[in-house]
């Protein structure tokens, strides 16, 4: 049982958008730490995609996006395309356990 | 470029030890904390330990609290993990990730190793 609770799936067809929501509490999301999101390609190891809710790295394109607000976070995915076949983490810092927090992970399934 | 290379995954039997290493470079190793994520096989990203910049603050997984151990050598740039009485559980890839800030929290990874596999069984 994750602290942060993401949908296991979402899908979508190509050039539509998807959410995937993540939903803490008070000690992590709710307690203003930031939330940060990374995207793990099938057999490869994880990639940064957002940091502090809603920041790109250089090199992330445009169409992802990344939203806060109270103890819920959100990454969506705009213009959806095959290679966003991915499954996608969000990740905060919890005050209650001092420790560093990673959402289920969601699987994106493009149609 | 930043680089993490992590080694010594291997096949262990339930109860006994292993140590993982990370090395790394294209970065001043001194100004970031590091951290150990795990991913068992088909599953999610588990947050495993974390050590700051200077070594005075580490975090560990109530999972794994007690029996792993996180230390990191400057003169070396590398981070280690020492993992005693491995269980069937502890199964999992071992990613070495960078942190975005000397401290742990609040900051994000912004760099993760390509992972080693700990398989423990009998």
């Known amino acids: 049982q994750s602290v942060l609770t993401q949908p296991p799936s979402v899908s979508g067809a190509p050039g539509q958008r998807v959410t995937i929501s993540c939903t803490g509490s008070?000690?992590?999301?709710?307690?203003?730490?930031?939330v940060h999101w990374y995207q793990q390609l099938p057999g490869t190891a994880p990639r940064l995609l957002i940091y502090v809710n809603s920041r790109r790295p250089s090199g992330v394109p445009d169409r992802f996006s990344g939203s806060k607000s109270g103890t819920l976070a959100s990454l969506a995915i705009s213009g959806l395309q095959a290679e966003d076949e991915a499954d996608y983490y969000c990740q905060s810092y919890d005050s209650r356990l001092s420790n560093v927090v990673f959402g289920g992970g969601t699987k994106v399934t493009v149609l | 470029e930043v680089q993490l290379v992590e080694s010594g995954g291997d096949l262990v039997q339930p109860g006994r030890s292993l140590r993982l290493s990370c090395a790394t470079s294209?970065?001043?190793?001194?100004?970031?904390?590091i951290h150990w994520v795990r991913q068992a096989p088909g599953k999610g990203l588990e947050w495993v330990s974390g050590?700051?910049?200077?070594?005075?603050?580490?975090g560990y997984a109530d999972s794994v609290k007690g029996r792993f151990t996180i230390s990191r050598d400057s003169a070396k740039n590398s981070l280690y993990l020492r993992m005693d009485s491995l269980r069937a559980n502890d199964t999992a890839f071992y990613y070495c990730?960078?942190?975005?800030?000397?401290?742990?929290?609040?900051?994000?990874?912004?760099?993760w190793g390509q992972g080693t596999l700990v398989t423990v069984s009998s």
């Open positions: 050590i700051t910049w200077s070594s005075e603050t580490i």
């Open positions: 990730a960078k942190g975005s800030s000397p401290y742990g929290t609040g900051s994000h990874i912004d760099y």
């Open positions: 294209g970065f001043t190793f001194d100004d970031y904390a």
């Open positions: 008070s000690s992590n999301i709710g307690a203003g730490h930031d």
